[in-house]
């Protein structure tokens, strides 16, 4: 059985906090994983000949392999006892294979929240080498109060 | 998949007859289960215990192993992207025959078939647990023509959807942005007048 982790709490978050994130490489595996892991079969995804009948110049990553990734970044960091409320994100520019993704964030504000939580605030994105930012994205999530 | 229009397209005519159609309820394939979450997991190489080892999620305050935030559209629909339909229809109840946003974006017309997603906002109400039973309905909300580099004419459409547990309680709101556009030969042709 996996052990807990310490759970972050609301006091021991401060505005300007940056997370660093993971890193996740494109890889013909990680494409392959990618339809399996989202179930969206939209060839634009995998399938380079048809991508690029529709004018792109490679298959790009779609929606669910973009929000996993953005979503792992928050239930990463708010741990067991926290909650993921509210996650939008644009994706403005493309991820595709053999890309370096990497997945970061920066708390931007905090306050009392509701309900016995306290809330944050955060801007998170994915960046890869090639083009920087290739999807914004903001957050809020609730994190409980130190005992 | 979205319903091309060969020849003159009305945009004005689309958004009067299909802004603010909502789809009725419609039931995901499956109850909630553990193998799509280990899947979805694998994706993105997230290890966290709370949604793939049940000896610890139970210890949590959760109870037992819940779903990442994002897969609550997946559970609640077809479980395939475009829909299978077909004859396997899993726990999906008389009369519904094809997931909600399939509804919508199957049957919306617009002037191209390829779609590229866009933007997308989620809210989070309340855990998705092992053995729930989602179902949701969308609404389409917007739908309008804005250029971009493959298609001058790129027809982007709006729809949010609400997605509900088995006890009727709001789990989650769903707001997406999608555009359909031509390939680069069909707009190639209107460009030249053929």
Known sequence: M????NQRT???VNEGDEIDG???????????EQVSGSQDFYPVHHDTGFAREAGHDEIFYNTGFTQAALSRLLTDWVGTDGWVKKMSFQMRKMNIPNDQVHAKGVVTGKSEGD???GEVTLDIWLENDRVGITTPAEATVLLPHRD | MPKAVEGDYDIEAVRAEWIGKKTPRSHGRYPVEYDPIRRHCHMVEDENPLFLDPSFAKQTSHGGVISPPVLAGYFAGDGAWPPTGGPTQGQRRAGEEIEPEGSIIGDVPTRGERLINMNVAWEYFAPVRIGDELSSETVLTDIFEKSIRLDPKAVWIVTERRIYNQRDELVATNTNTLLTHRRPDVVAAEAEGN
């Open chain 1, 22 to 32: 993971f890193v996740l490489e494109l890889t013909d595996t990680k494409m392959v």
């Open chain 1, 115 to 117: 309900g016995g939580m």
């Open chain 1, 2 to 5: 996996t052990t807990q982790t």
């Open chain 1, 10 to 12: 609301w006091e021991d």
